[in-house]
């Protein structure tokens, strides 16, 4: 009886021992879970940094190809929002939509207007980015030019209440220039060899001058003047030799 006691005494603590041993030699469940939750994490950034230098790459390509540009020409030909411009380089295509801006200069102010106000022969310039073909200007911003005039001729009249003078040109007409706010004058300074800016009161009858300006579109023969340049002033009047006292005395009666 002593015996078997004893005998179920060593069996029970060696099947304690191996359950000890097999319970120690078996890895936590949580340790597992938390490791294999940190790769999956790190998984998700790596992909995440992949894509974003793949955005990043993408972006790059779209700025190399879509370069800023402009465009100045008259309009050729209008074809749905294909604009045909004729310039100095030859004719250059203009794309705008429904997301470009346009605006005509007039003076010193710009009005919006739409699409359908463009016409052939209108001179514009126009500002966006080039197409992949890096021909077609997508345009972002259009701007329709004033026409502009370049008189050359003789002051013939000045009239300082109203700010004009009366402009007699080289082809024999005769051009009322109104001098604007915006108006910018100036005399070439030959001594320095530079241009200086003047004031209206400067200009006088029988002055040659430049006139840039553009013209009214209420009056014919007349313009408002954004630049004038004075290149001839009028010579200063100098006393005639008849009124210039003689240096020899004048005889008296008795002589």
Do not use: C, H, W
């Not at 604009?83 to 203009?94: E, I, M, N, W, Y």
């Not at 001179?123 to 701007?143: E, H, P, Q, S, V």
């Not at 001058?209 to 579109?217: F, K, S």
């Amino acid at each position: 009886m002593k015996f078997k006691i004893q005998k179920l005494f060593i069996t029970i603590v060696i099947f304690s021992t191996f359950a000890s041993v097999t319970y120690a030699a078996t890895p936590s469940s949580q340790p597992t879970s938390s490791i294999s939750t940190e790769s999956s994490d790190l998984i998700d950034k790596l992909k995440q940094i992949e894509i974003f230098k793949e955005k990043i790459a993408t972006k790059v390509a779209e700025i190399r190809n879509n370069e800023k540009a402009a465009r100045f020409g008259n309009i050729k030909k209008i074809d749905k929002n294909t604009l045909t411009l004729s310039t100095k380089k030859g004719d250059q295509t203009v794309y705008y939509s429904d997301d470009t801006e346009i605006y005509t200069l007039a003076k010193s102010d710009k009005t919006k207007i739409q699409a359908n106000k463009l016409a052939e022969g209108d001179r514009i310039t126009a500002f966006g980015y080039f197409d992949t073909d890096k021909i077609t200007l997508n345009a972002k911003y259009i701007y329709v030019m004033p026409n502009t005039l370049s008189l050359l001729g003789k002051i013939t009249d000045k009239d300082s209440k109203n700010f004009t003078i009366s402009l007699n040109t080289n082809e024999g007409q005769t051009i009322i220039v109104d001098i604007e706010t915006y108006t910018k004058s100036y005399s070439l300074d030959l001594v320095k060899k530079a241009l200086v800016k003047i004031g209206f009161s400067k200009l006088n009858k029988e002055d040659i001058i430049r006139v840039i300006g553009t013209p009214n579109e209420k009056e014919d023969n007349r313009i408002s003047a954004t630049r004038i340049l004075l290149t001839t002033t009028t010579p200063k009047s100098t006393p005639s030799e008849s009124a210039t006292p003689s240096a020899t005395p004048n005889p008296s009666p008795n002589e």
